[in-house]
């Protein structure tokens, strides 16, 4: 069974301090991963997407990391900002053209001042 | 959110209605989703269309129906055979980037069946 778990499930940080947020994933065969932030009550939106030959991708201060053969993925923020206060969502495609995604339970991120 | 609009954000209803929830996109995507949100787990699929007047269902489809007569439009009809309506319902369109086919989402409709 296709399955993304990520880790931990929620995570407070200073405002100013770097944060690491994992996931790991058995979904086969591999197309991409994407992380998306959520923040509360409001739709997904994509940070970054990595496809199998990509190791590393990073978008202002969030660095996603690849690892596809250990199946697993970072997320990397820096700095961080009150406004990084969401949930972070990793996403698996399994077969390109086929459209179905796989969704981790996400990492609740709250950042205080 | 992009050029996805979902109405009404809160929805209210009471047990045994049917309820239609709305989703439209002017980013002329040719596929839309429809996904359902609850704490503590990950997005489930709902039902997809790849193309007007076609759509398949999802992972967790019964209970719910879905029509897609114009490119723009994807409602998601809510039936009372749906056991545990009440969630947080996301419709997405996607486009080809690349290798990949990226989604967008919408904001988003809390639907609460008392």
């Known amino acids: 069974k296709n399955q993304v778990e990520q880790s931990p499930q929620s995570l407070i940080i200073l405002e100013g301090k770097n944060c690491t947020l994992q996931?790991?994933?058995?979904?086969?065969?591999?197309?991409?991963l994407r992380w998306y932030k959520q923040d509360t009550g409001r739709g997904p939106v994509s940070l970054t997407i990595?496809?199998?030959?990509?190791n590393t991708k990073s978008n202002g201060r969030y660095t996603a990391t690849l690892d596809a053969d250990t199946k697993q993925s970072s997320l990397h923020i820096t700095a961080s900002q009150l406004s990084d206060s969401a949930s972070y969502i990793c996403?698996?495609?399994?077969?390109?053209?086929?459209?179905?995604?796989?969704f981790g339970t996400g990492t609740r991120l709250t950042i205080i001042p | 959110d992009g050029g996805i609009t979902q109405s009404p954000k809160y929805l209210f209803r009471k047990e045994g209605q049917n309820v239609t929830l709305s989703c439209e996109q002017n980013?002329?995507?040719?596929?839309m989703y429809w996904y359902r949100q609850d704490p503590g787990q990950g997005l489930r699929l709902i039902y997809y269309?790849?193309?007007?007047?076609?759509?398949q269902k999802g992972d967790i489809a019964e209970g719910y129906s879905v029509s897609r007569e114009k490119k723009e439009s994807f409602p998601l009809t809510v039936t009372s055979a749906q056991k545990n309506p009440t969630a947080f319902y996301l419709c997405?369109?996607?486009?080809?980037?690349?290798?990949?086919?990226?989604?967008?989402f919408g904001p988003g409709t809390r639907l609460t069946v008392t």
């Open positions: 997405a369109s996607s486009a080809r980037s690349n290798n990949y086919y990226e989604q967008y």
């Open positions: 996931c790991n994933y058995t979904v086969s065969p591999f197309s991409n």
């Open positions: 990595m496809t199998f030959s990509e």
């Open positions: 996403v698996v495609s399994g077969d390109f053209g086929n459209e179905k995604l796989t």
């Open positions: 980013l002329n995507h040719d596929a």
């Open positions: 269309s790849q193309i007007v007047n076609d759509f």
